[in-house]
């Protein structure tokens, strides 16, 4: 992607400017982001048919005699579309839906690793879930029909008490805009929003984001820190511990040579704290280890992801000779940092890896670039093959 070249989707905007002007820092609307056309991944129908699924994350709101409602799905039925005030929100649409994936390619100039999922929302006349705000950067595409979207960028971010949706309890709304089908509002975490259905049958596409707590990433840090240790002293492997990573020689054992004889055998010696704070001092946190928490973590596929296994082996010398391509499966995570690749949860270190970095760029592989692989690598594509990671063209 040309990070500099104007794009329609952020209105003429260059990737490159909308992130030095806009991401995190303020909201943009965007008219005319998508062609009316393509703005909506999905019909109605097949929403609500991908709620009554299990294996799919589902919500319906809805307002009655003032009450917030929610309940959370599967779904056998749904409330009449003549009926107001009502929304289906449906989780990681880009999961289950190959249309979804791919408008998601479009937000590429983001990292991956920022990049969540889209949920997708069908609603009534006069739907919505209430005015709110989100921790995480969101692109909120209008798909179908019409939505008033009422934003404030007051501090006051109190919520109303014991109900179960999140609503804000003073939104004072500073701006108001309609959408129409492929206008596009882009806000910063933390912005106040109420969206309201005008139409309906109204379909709002969310673009969501990730940015993970800083405790969990010390957290995350610090455990691959202690796979590392396990791992070395032969004490057992923890997610993060394979292929195992270079760590300090702690296999010695305490020894207090010097120990003199006890009058108060409860008290814990000094000796054991100062050489438990002494072996930690010996841990290096390196770059190399906060990627491999960062990159296993952020590769875990989605609990609700099920990757399909294809009922005949694809043999990828076939694809080769066949002059076919192979493609990430559209559940597929994939990042790297240097030398190492992380897939699906898994750390690999490979030695050539601008194939797989490439591979990871641009989610698919052409025979060209099969034909530079070496054997490691084929060997690599093949397993993902057979696991359904990656799909054959
Ligand atoms: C919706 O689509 O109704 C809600 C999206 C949001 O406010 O984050
Ligand atoms: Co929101």
């Known amino acids: 992607m040309n990070i500099d070249a104007p794009m329609t989707l952020l209105g003429g905007r260059s990737a490159a400017n909308f992130m030095k002007n806009y991401w995190q820092k303020k909201p943009l609307l965007i008219r005319k982001a998508v062609e009316a056309g393509h703005s909506c991944p999905l019909p109605p129908a097949r929403l609500k048919k991908l709620a009554k699924q299990d294996d799919v994350e589902s919500r319906l709101i809805w307002q009655e005699n003032g009450q917030w409602n929610m309940e959370n799905g599967p779904f056998s039925r749904f409330p009449k579309v003549a009926e107001p005030n009502w929304?289906?929100?449906v989780q990681s649409v880009d999961l289950?839906?190959?249309v979804t994936a791919e408008l998601m390619q479009?937000?590429?100039f983001i990292p991956d690793?920022?990049?969540d999922d889209i949920m997708i929302s069908l609603a009534s006349l006069g739907g919505g879930v209430?005015?709110?705000?989100?921790?995480?950067d969101v692109f909120l595409l209008q798909g179908r029909g019409q939505r008033?979207?009422?934003i404030s960028q007051q501090t006051d971010l109190s919520l109303v008490p014991d109900i179960p949706c999140k609503i804000l309890q003073h939104f004072a709304p500073e701006e108001e805009f309609v959408l129409e089908p492929g206008d596009m509002l882009y806000l910063p975490p933390h912005v106040a929003h109420d969206g309201i259905s005008l139409s309906d049958e109204c379909i709002t596409v969310s673009i969501g984001f990730r940015a993970p707590p800083l405790a969990v990433l010390a957290r995350g840090l610090l455990e691959v820190a202690a796979d590392q240790l396990s791992a070395r002293a032969g004490l057992g492997f923890g997610p993060y511990s394979t292929p195992a990573l270079p760590g300090p020689d702690l296999s010695g054992m305490f020894r207090d040579k010097g120990l003199a004889a006890t009058e108060t055998p409860a008290a814990l010696p000094e000796e054991l704290i100062s050489s438990a704070l002494a072996a930690v001092q010996k841990i290096d946190f390196t770059e190399r280890m906060a990627a491999r928490f960062l990159g296993c973590w952020l590769t875990e596929p989605n609990s609700l992801s099920v990757f399909p296994i294809a009922e005949d082996m694809i043999d990828i010398e076939d694809v080769i000779d066949r002059n076919g391509s192979l493609q990430l499966d559209r559940r597929s995570r994939m990042i790297y940092r240097g030398a190492d690749v992380f897939i699906n949860g898994e750390a690999l270190e490979t030695k050539s890896n601008a194939l797989l970095r490439k591979f990871a760029d641009t989610r698919r592989l052409e025979t060209r670039d099969l034909k530079k692989a070496n054997a490691a690598t084929l060997t690599l594509l093949q397993e993902w093959l057979d696991d359904g990671w990656v799909i054959a063209t």
């Open 96 to 98: 289950h839906d190959d």
């Open 148 to 150: 008033r979207w009422r």
């Open 113 to 115: 690793a920022r990049l």
């Open 130 to 136: 209430g005015p709110h705000f989100d921790s995480y």
């Open 87 to 89: 929304s289906l929100l």
């Open 106 to 108: 479009q937000f590429r």
